[in-house]
């Protein structure tokens, strides 16, 4: 079977980038497949190249809120959509990641019963749009969303890592799957840490999405001795490295790391991953299942699916976002707690739920692919 991944935001050194991994199950399996991407890495702000992909031009952005990123997404999704009208005939199954609308929409006119839709992020409401900009906005919102799940509801199967995604989507469940994202795991044996202090982590984008204000308040309420590292950069870098020098929180900034080495040494002296978002309607993140393949339970705000699966399974603590006494308290409560045993519970959890072996099948099963002895 002949496959095109379309996928924007396809990241080759990422081992938790949804379509490489993707790829990456399907290539394994006989599958003939091909990328179609941008020549913009999102994640780490540069021109990129790929061997054996089709990396389209697009315009380079620096912020994640700005006219120039919009200018980039929209002129991508157009050369996404021709190119796949121009390959329809080339292929035998059309692999379409969203948030990107217009790519999705197209396919599902010429190759239908070929779509298979992968919502990765479902836009415009899981960005961190201003309240009162959506309100005076309101009508574009709507057209947006509705155009989306028009798009999505006409493939021919959808499949996400969030079960809210798949019931916002508009698709019949009939052709819905939840998937989680599958990883090799990295588990960390005998982690490293300091008498005394507690070390918490961050990994991925530093932007407006994520709930930095309320942890930092939460650390200097506390009145604990807490290490912060941060693995990542964005927008928002100086004004978090302004914010933890004011209030004279012990930190440091590693910049953007892929190498489980480098990886695996900062988190064996990590004690929780911070999973904290000002707002999102995502119910899994890509830094929370890093985490938890590093050994790691976590500080999370993030509802739907994640909360749940912290509650119920001892994976670390949920905190309301925005809400310093909420965060405090959790900070407060881990003192509390066995650690050995919370490591062990995320362990465990990783290996029924997240692992490459879990989730290999279920891709396959979308695919249409039955393995044959």
């Given amino acids: 079977m002949k496959v095109l991944i379309v996928a924007p935001f396809y990241e080759e050194s990422d081992p938790l980038s949804r379509p490489r991994y993707i790829n990456q199950v399907l290539n394994s399996e006989g599958f003939e497949t091909k990328v179609l991407t941008s020549n913009f890495s999102h ?10 992909a089709f990396c389209l031009k697009t315009i380079p952005y620096k912020k994640n809120v700005s006219i120039e990123r919009f200018l980039s997404h929209t002129v991508l999704s157009f050369k996404l959509a021709f ?16 948030p990107l609308t217009l ?39 709507f057209i947006w969303d509705v155009v ?17 995604f798949l019931i916002n989507s508009g698709a019949n469940s009939n052709i819905c799957k939840q998937i989680l994202l599958g990883s090799d795991h990295n588990f960390i044996k005998d982690k490293k840490f ?15 999405l994520y ?43 590693h910049g953007v790391i892929y190498s489980k080495d480098k990886l695996s040494n900062i988190l064996s002296r990590a004690h929780l991953g911070f999973n904290g978002f000002k707002s999102t309607t995502a119910s899994l993140s890509y830094k929370s299942v890093t985490y938890f393949s590093y050994s790691t339970p976590i ?15 001892s994976l670390g603590f949920n905190y309301v976002q925005g809400n310093v006494d909420s965060l405090n308290n959790c900070l407060l409560l881990f003192n509390k707690v066995n650690y050995q045993s919370l490591k ?30």
Avoid at 84 to 89: D, G, I, S, Y
Avoid at 194 to 208: F, L
């Fill in 43 to 52: 994640s780490k702000g540069v021109f990129r190249n790929i061997q054996g």
């Fill in 211 to 253: 709930d930095f204000d309320t942890l930092c308040k939460a650390i200097v309420a506390s009145g604990l001795n807490i290490h912060f590292d941060i693995i990542g950069k964005g927008d928002r870098e100086d004004w978090l490295k302004a914010m933890l020098n004011n209030l004279g929180i012990s930190s440091s900034f």
């Fill in 103 to 141: 790519p999705g929409l197209l396919t599902s006119f010429i190759a239908r019963d070929k779509l298979i839709s992968d919502i990765v992020d479902l836009w415009p409401y899981s960005l961190p749009f201003n309240s009162k900009l959506v309100k005076v906005f309101y009508p574009i919102f």
């Fill in 83 to 98: 190119n796949v009208w121009k390959n329809r005939n080339d292929f035998d199954c059309f692999y379409v990641t969203y």
């Fill in 344 to 373: 062990s519970n995320v362990e465990s959890f990783f290996t029924d739920n997240l692992s490459d072996n879990a989730v290999r099948d279920s891709i396959l099963e979308v695919f249409n692919y039955e393995k044959t002895d």
């Fill in 299 to 313: 500080l999370n705000s993030m509802t739907s699916d994640l909360w749940d699966y912290v509650e119920c399974h």
């Fill in 148 to 164: 989306n799940r028009f798009s999505i509801s006409r493939s021919y199967k959808v499949i996400s890592l969030s079960s809210r």
């Fill in 194 to 208: 300091e008498k005394g202090r507690i070390n918490i982590v961050y990994i991925g984008n530093i932007g407006q």
